[in-house]
């Protein structure tokens, strides 16, 4: 499972990409936009990860 946590912001930054891309922005536009992608990314994977690790039965 922890595995497929790599995903989350492969997918949510590829979609961000082809949404600038779509509406003719260049990356330097979009910069803000990835920042808060990130964080949020990051705060995401950081709580299902602290759930995994309580949650092991041993």
């Not at 509406?23 to 910069?31: A, D, I, R, S, V």
């Amino acid at each position: 499972m922890i595995r497929l946590f790599a995903l989350l912001p492969l997918i949510t930054f590829g979609l961000y990409w082809l949404y600038l891309r779509k509406n003719n922005w260049t990356l330097e536009q979009g910069k803000k936009g990835f920042i808060i992608i990130f964080w949020l990314n990051f705060v995401v994977l950081g709580f299902f990860s602290l759930m995994y690790f309580l949650t092991r039965i041993e």
